[in-house]
């Protein structure tokens, strides 16, 4: 049996190689955090050597290793600037989830190939009226025979011109008595006749995509989770998008950078460092309760939460202590190899994505500490 | 009444083994025991200061029956860091005395030309670059101060080293640690207890938007706390543990309004405690730093 920590140095090795490979190509640097950026050619090579999914079934392309590894290979994936939207989305988030939720039939026919690098899945959950209030979402599938007819408008879609598949939150029963209640999940090929796509370029550097959903065909049987009971698999989504322990390596790199260009480590920097520790435990808090299949909402927001805010401390006390130098983005001068400038410029970000700040804390406090809603 | 279990008791393995989660809840259940047989009917433990005062909490009863039980061997037998922390939690639950975790390193602390639970007599211990140098307490004449940690200056600290300086560090942090994650554990839980019982614009405060929001900040910083506290906290851990008990307290002190500003709640204790835990636990991890001159 291999160790953990045998295992996080051969994926610290994996994570530097890799790094090195991809760091000539323009496209792969200075996105801003690893979340901001894609790589096909990365996703492949992590899929060929087998570090997607460790901890999934042998038999579904994973080595059946605990959730933790997993949540240590993506903490070395973080700290060495990996391209890594693509990977959360389609491993991290949508894989898990598949894993729990999806029909054996399409479990098995989509977790293979995520498991060998060669499907990236983009997650279609915002629209223009829906974003955190998710339960607003307006964009429809009718059952026609054996398929459904999805129509609407996504938004603030990440690496959806990378993606092959597109994981899709949609309305399939517009009179249900409570918006949640008529909501499902489908999954759908990108390559399907209706998809087109807008790119919005972001402050992080990366891009987000709108994307145009009409009277596009999914099969039936492509359902995640039952019918209309979609509120439930999305619930269990955001819980696992929420836990993101590359977050807790991209702090820790560039605690590094910092401690370098000042060739010394003031208390502020150990204090991020015990935050990053704290930050760490909450997200393996919160990864063991998933695996578990037990209440995970309030561990994961706490998670999510709190590595949030430390990614925005650790920009704010990086750009205080080394001053304008802080923001060179590119070249020698550079923190980094411009790492702290570019988590400066996503860190804005950081408490938006997955889930804004104030959604986590209202989840903290109803379902974790018994608030009234 | 339990008798308390004394450390060595709590020890079912051989002892070069490392004790496990087990043993570290069963001292740390020990202490529990031990704080709430020395609290008052209104299970706490007794507060001396008031504005202005200058006193100590250092409470000699309390100090024996942990000493008993095998408190001070955490600061001297390396195998048993793990227990630290949740049982110096178990103090800060109970917003007892800091001068337990101070004794780890040997002696009354002194930092930045100042003592805490200085006895006459005693022997005084400061960290300084990696070592911890020791003198004799002369009489301390305490000063006013914000929390009742029997503050005193002290000056002319150029004594011989104590030894195993290393390790006593290394307890004294996972200590400080633990009691910070106590300390904000048990302000969390009191103003739970307030914002689910206090009513306003017709319902409990735990339904306004706004409380919830702080109270789960509250929250995160605290569970991170106790997370720490099961994974040997070092120094990294305590700058990062003052701070956040620090907003953690601050945070519940708010929602309970101007009942947690009188003197007639505890949670102002740990509001003191916490910001004075913090300075001082900043300026012993800058001084062991400092580099020796």
């Keep these: 049996m291999v160790s953990l920590s045998e295992i996080t140095s051969d994926a610290d090795r994996f994570a530097a190689r890799l790094a090195a490979q991809l760091c000539d190509d323009p496209a792969n640097r200075f996105q801003g955090m690893p979340s901001d950026g894609d790589s096909r050619l990365g996703y492949e090579v992590m899929g060929r050597e087998g570090w997607i999914g460790p901890h999934w079934p042998v038999a579904l392309g994973g080595r059946g290793l605990d959730p933790l590894v997993t ?21 991290k988030t949508i894989g898990n989830v598949l894993l729990g939720h999806a029909s054996d039939s399409l479990a098995e026919r989509l977790l293979p190939e995520i498991a060998a690098g060669r499907l990236v899945f983009c997650q279609g959950f915002s629209e223009p009226e829906a974003g955190s209030d998710l339960a607003a979402l307006r964009t429809t599938a009718r059952l026609d025979g054996d398929r459904y007819i999805v129509s609407g408008h996504k938004l603030w879609t990440s690496s959806a011109a990378l993606a092959d598949w597109i994981y899709l939150a949609v309305r399939t029963d517009p009179d249900a008595s409570r918006p949640h209640r008529g909501i499902s999940v489908l999954v759908a090929d990108m390559r399907s006749p209706g998809i087109e796509l807008r790119e919005i370029e972001t402050v992080g550097g990366g891009a987000l995509y709108e994307v145009f959903l009409t009277d596009v065909e999914v099969p039936a049987d492509q359902l995640v989770g039952e019918p209309n009971g979609g509120w439930r698999v999305l619930m269990s989504t955001l819980d696992h998008e929420r836990v993101t322990s590359e977050k807790v390596g991209v702090v820790l790199r560039v ?23 704290a930050a760490r435990l909450l997200g393996r808090r919160a990864a063991c309760l998933l695996a578990e299949g037990r209440p995970a909402a309030a561990a994961a927001s706490m998670a999510k939460l709190s590595i949030s805010l430390l990614v925005r401390r650790t920009a704010e006390t990086g750009t205080r202590l080394l001053g304008p130098r802080a923001l060179i983005e590119r070249g020698p001068d550079s923190i980094g ?33 018994g608030c009234a809603a | 009444m339990t008798r308390p279990v004394a450390l060595a008791a709590t020890r079912s393995a051989p002892l070069h083994t490392p004790p496990g989660p087990d043993e570290a809840r069963q001292f740390a259940h020990t202490v529990r025991a031990i704080v709430a047989r020395h609290a008052r009917p209104d299970r706490r433990l007794p507060d001396p200061w008031r504005p202005g005062a200058a006193v100590s909490d250092a409470d000699a009863a309390l100090d024996d029956a942990l000493r008993e039980a095998g408190w001070d061997e955490l600061g001297t037998d390396v195998q048993l860091l793990p227990l630290a922390a949740p049982a110096a939690a178990e103090l800060g639950r109970a917003f007892a005395t800091l001068a337990p975790v101070d004794r780890l390193l040997g002696g009354a602390l002194c930092v930045d ?40 200056t002290v000056s002319g600290l150029r004594e011989p080293e104590l030894p195993a300086a290393g390790p006593r560090m290394a307890a004294w942090c996972a200590a400080s640690t633990g009691y910070l994650a106590g300390l904000a554990e ?28 702080s109270l789960a900040d509250a929250a995160t910083l605290v569970d991170g706390l106790t997370l720490l506290t099961g994974a040997q906290p070092g120094a990294d851990a305590l700058a990062h543990a003052g701070e956040a008990a620090e907003r953690a307290v601050a945070i519940c002190m708010q929602v309970t309004g101007a009942l947690g500003f009188t003197l007639e709640l505890p949670l102002q204790r740990a509001y003191r405690r916490g910001r004075s835990a913090r300075s001082w636990a900043d300026a012993v991890l800058a001084a062991w730093e400092r580099p020796a001159r």
């Design chain 2, 113 to 152: 030309g100042l003592a805490r639970y200085a006895e006459e007599g005693g022997e005084l211990v400061e960290p300084r670059a990696g070592l911890l140098l020791r003198a004799s307490v002369g009489r301390p004449e305490l000063l006013p101060y914000t929390d009742a940690l029997g503050v005193c």
């Design chain 1, 71 to 91: 949540l240590a290979v993506e903490e070395r994936f973080g700290y060495h600037w990996l391209p890594l939207s693509g990977y959360l989305l389609s491993v």
């Design chain 1, 337 to 369: 190899e411009g790492r702290l400038a570019a988590l400066t410029r996503a860190s804005a970000g950081s408490t938006v994505a997955g889930g804004a700040a104030e959604i986590q804390r209202r989840v903290i406090a109803r379902q974790g500490l």
């Design chain 1, 255 to 277: 605690l590094d950078d910092i401690e370098a260009a000042l060739g010394r480590a003031p208390l502020e920097l150990r204090r991020l460092r015990g935050e990053a520790e």
């Design chain 2, 186 to 213: 048990e302000s969390l839980r009191l103003a739970l207890e307030h914002a689910r019982s206090r009513h306003a614009f017709g319902g409990p405060l735990t339904a306004l938007e706004p409380v919830q929001q």
